[in-house]
């Protein structure tokens, strides 16, 4: 089953904050971020594997609860370069083996000047 | 360290067609993992491949297959091209033997079925 991101999109101007969840309906055993910018190969930015866990990557967190089956990317004072496509994944077992990962949707982020 | 190479960048075929897509991973590499990227559904994970060995498969039709080389490289193959199939199909490389690793995707290989 796949992820569920939320919102689609979101447009901040620079220095704005913006959270992005990811939930599933299914145990979630870790929460894998990636981002995409336009054109280019999506590029790994954290991995989550325990329950209230918070990584940090820049100024970009995240946390993961996994009772509540979902996580959240904190995107702090925004700056030009976080614009792109956000995407969480999760293994589709229990094992962690990462050669399959189902992804959310995507939520695309806009930073304007 | 090269990264992940994908080749050809573009390719431009009509219905009924197949094709050939290479993925190079990083020295080193053992897991290649295909996904087909679309902008109505995201990232769709289509099959990865482990030492030669198909590992994990996704829900796409037998028209979609792959394989795997004895130096990593990998191979997929889409037979009786649909207007479907036009999308971005990335590969991602990882070791392959540790859990929870992370991926290194590709540029992808932009293909357009007419």
Redesign the interface.
């Known amino acids: 089953q796949?992820p569920v991101q939320s919102p689609q999109a979101v447009i901040l101007r620079e220095g704005e904050d913006a959270v992005i969840n990811c939930s599933s309906s299914k145990a979630l055993y870790?929460v894998?971020w990636?981002r995409q910018k336009h054109g280019?190969?999506?590029?790994?930015l954290m991995?989550l594997?325990k329950g209230g866990e918070q990584k940090g990557h820049e100024k970009i967190s995240a946390s993961f609860n996994e009772k509540k089956q979902q996580s959240s990317l904190y995107l702090t004072a925004s700056q030009l370069s976080y614009s792109g496509t956000y995407?969480c994944?999760t293994?589709?077992g229990i094992?962690?083996?990462?050669?399959?990962?189902?992804?959310?949707?995507?939520t695309t982020l806009q930073v304007k000047p | 360290k090269a990264g992940v190479t994908q080749t050809p960048r573009y390719l431009i075929k009509t219905r009924g067609q197949q094709v050939t897509l290479s993925c190079s991973p990083i020295s080193g590499h053992r897991s290649v993992s295909w996904y087909q990227q679309t902008p109505g559904q995201g990232l769709q994970f289509l099959f990865e491949y482990f030492s030669e060995t198909q590992r994990n498969k996704g829900n796409f039709p037998g028209r979609f297959s792959g394989r795997q080389f004895s130096n990593s490289r990998s191979e997929m193959n889409v037979s009786t091209l649909e207007l479907g199939d036009s999308a971005l199909y990335l590969c991602a490389s990882s070791l392959g033997t540790v859990t929870n690793e992370k991926l290194f995707f590709g540029s992808g290989t932009q293909l357009s079925v007419l």
């Open positions: 796949q870790s894998h990636y280019e190969a999506p590029v790994f991995i594997l995407f994944g293994p589709a094992s962690g083996n990462t050669g399959k990962l189902i992804f959310g949707q995507g």
